[in-house]
Antibody
Framework: QVQLVQSGAELKKPGASVKLSCRAS????????IHWVRQAPGQGLEWMGW????????QYSQKFQGRVTITRDASANTAHMEVISLRVEDTGVFYC?????????????WGQGTLVTVSS | QSALTQPASVSGSPGQSITLSCSGT?????????VSWFQQYPGKAPKVIIF???YRPSGVPNRFSGSKSGYTASLTISGLQPEDEADYYC??????????FGGGTKLTVL
């Protein structure tokens, strides 16, 4: 069965960076993409970006462009997202989700989420 | 501000039918039949309940249905159940940003 397992919770200081991971199993990793989505406490879902796990092509939300880098290691069936220059308002749960590389590009299966707390 | 617009809250009684709306733009809902709806319980990851406007993944009860007209997508829940109380997010492919979410609607079952 399709599973996405994300790395554990992080506590960071403002200005620091964080790199999250998302390990996929149960499907051919390079046939799909990985989305990253942020959810601030008590708030809605916010799309951050996407990587085609096959060719490494990326696309980012304009809001996060320049501060977020998404990569993948196809040999490890894992996607990573690095966020730099963290701010207190970046606190939230970050989800990865499998996506399609053509057509709708829609997310379907989701990881369990990683809580990132940014606090001095 | 979210790219797609949803009402913040909706309520209904068990057994009723309710419809959640989602308004978009010419870059997303109006131009593509790629609308998905997600259900999220507190502390849990979202789960897709409708994709490509009106298709249900296996295992999703058929009392959930989706539709689209012009700039607006809709999720209808027929025969509301207590377990349907959750947050619901619409989302769509977007030619300007690849994927967008709505701000979410909190459904309360009275």
């Amino acid at each position: 069965q399709v599973q996405l397992v994300q790395s554990g919770a992080e506590l960071k200081k403002p200005g620091a960076s964080v790199k999250l991971s998302c390990r996929a199993s149960g499907y051919t990793f390079t046939d799909f993409a990985i989305h990253w989505v942020r959810q601030a406490p008590g708030q809605g879902l916010e799309w951050m970006g996407w990587i085609n796990a096959g060719d490494g092509n990326t696309q980012y939300s304009q809001k996060f462009q320049g501060r977020v880098t998404i990569t993948r290691d196809a040999s490890a069936n894992t996607a990573h997202m690095e966020v730099i220059s963290l701010r207190v308002e970046d606190t939230g749960v970050f989800y990865c989700a499998r996506g399609y590389v053509r057509g709708s590009h829609r997310p379907d299966y989701w990881g369990q989420g990683t809580l990132v707390t940014v606090s001095s | 501000q979210s790219a797609l617009t949803q009402p913040a809250s909706v309520s209904g009684s068990p057994g009723q039918s309710i419809t959640l709306s989602c308004s978009g733009t010419s870059s997303d809902i109006a131009s593509y039949s790629y609308v998905s709806w997600f259900q999220q319980y507190p502390g849990k990851a979202p789960k897709v309940i409708i994709f490509d406007v009106s298709y249900r993944p296996s295992g999703v009860p058929n009392r959930f249905s989706g539709s689209k007209s012009g700039y607006t997508a809709s999720l209808t829940i027929s025969g509301l159940q207590p377990e349907d109380e959750a947050d619901y997010y619409c989302s769509s492919y977007s030619s300007s940003t690849l994927w967008v979410f709505g701000g979410g609607t909190k459904l309360t079952v009275l």
